[in-house]
């Protein structure tokens, strides 16, 4: 099946920059559509961007877009979020995910991501 590693994450001070990379394994990584995904502290889960399997279609939700660059490289597979800017309203566990058709969904163990002063 499916497995998937984010790592990157840490404490950095408002207006700095993270890449977090998520390595996947286990299955063809070069068929799969990348999302990720964030849940701040005591919050639900929040979409925040996606790409489709060649990585040259992008989405971004509206709070990250501008900030943050979704990419991927099929030959290491690996997913990458650069995040640029950060708010300390970006503070969250960040986890790449992707929906398998007819197999299901599959989530890696989340990077803590803190921006504070």
């Known amino acids: 099946q499916v497995q998937l590693v984010e790592s990157g994450g840490g404490l950095v001070q408002p207006g700095g920059s993270l890449n977090l990379p998520c390595a996947a394994s286990?299955?063809?990584?070069?068929?799969?559509?990348m999302n990720w995904v964030r849940q701040a502290p005591g919050k639900g889960l929040e979409w925040v961007s996606f790409?489709?399997?060649?990585?040259?279609?992008?989405t971004y939700a509206d709070s990250v877009k501008g900030r943050f660059t979704i990419s991927r490289n099929n030959t290491n597979n690996t997913l990458y979020l650069q995040t640029t800017s950060l708010y300390p309203e970006d503070t969250a566990v960040y986890y790449c995910?992707?929906?398998?058709?007819?197999?299901?969904?599959?989530w890696g163990q989340g990077t803590q991501v803190t921006v504070s002063s």
């Open positions: 995910t992707t929906l398998v058709s007819g197999v299901g969904d599959f």
């Open positions: 790409t489709h399997s060649g990585g040259s279609t992008t």
């Open positions: 286990g299955s063809p990584f070069s068929t799969y559509r």
